[in-house]
T-cell receptor
């Protein structure tokens, strides 16, 4: 089984709608990273969360790390076509020495 | 500031040929990572370096794969001989190792899309 499970695998929303993507770990996390990827391009770093209960926002995207540090959510408010892409969560763990494990990603489509 | 630079962006070659992928990390970053991305397996770490020294190559699939980092500004991933199942997008990423006082995420290049016929 995957160490990091993302849900949903894909999501289609109408422009202007809110949405949430989840990332659940089977093990305790040290840090949780959110990236966005457009087809044919590399991963763009969005946010990093380290402390249980931490919440960060960038423009209309908010990410939270739960208190037990095993689950994170990414919330987009008033989605726009520019938000479309693949969202991946990556995690490192105590003792992982900077290695990241990634979820398989969530494909987001935003219809105008 | 220049990001992580990978070359070539696309590579199409025949089975059995040698393939060399190249990466220039962000200046000042002391960690360099090679990943492979496929639909079936997602993003997998192949190998990573710290200060030009390979630290963990447990993700390298077979002896056909090798990676080097001769200096702080250049790394290669070589496949010899290549096989159709090696077809994937290969990413290079770099980061600073110090997490003491600020976020130090990995920054990715645009990848090399490799097709082995």
């Amino acid at each position: 089984s995957q160490e990091l499970e993302q849900s949903p695998q894909s999501l289609i929303v109408q422009e202007g709608k809110n949405l949430t993507i989840n990332c659940t770990s089977s093990k305790t996390l040290y840090g949780l990273y959110w990236y966005k990827q457009k087809y044919g391009e590399g991963l763009i770093f969005l946010m990093m969360l380290q402390k249980g209960g931490e919440e960060k926002s960038h423009e209309k995207i908010t990410a939270k790390l739960d208190e037990k540090k095993q689950q994170s959510s990414l919330h987009i408010t008033a989605s726009q076509p520019s938000h479309a892409g693949i969202y991946l969560c990556g995690a490192d763990r105590p003792g992982s020495n900077y290695k990241l494990t990634f979820g398989k990603g969530t494909l987001l489509t935003v219809n105008p | 500031d220049a990001g992580v630079i990978q070359s070539p962006r696309h590579e199409v070659t025949e089975m059995g040929q040698e393939v060399t992928l190249r990466c220039k990390p962000i200046s000042g970053h002391d960690y360099l990572f090679w990943y492979r991305q496929t639909m079936m397996r997602g993003l997998e770490l192949l190998i990573y370096f710290n200060n030009n020294v390979p630290i963990d190559d447990s993700g390298m699939p077979e002896d056909r794969f090798s990676a080097k980092m001769p200096n702080a500004s250049f790394s290669t991933l070589k496949i010899q001989p290549s096989e159709p199942r090696d077809s994937a997008v290969y990413f290079c990423a770099s980061s600073k190792g110090d997490r003491g006082y600020s976020n130090q995420p990995q920054h990715f290049g645009d990848g090399t899309r490799l097709s082995i016929l």
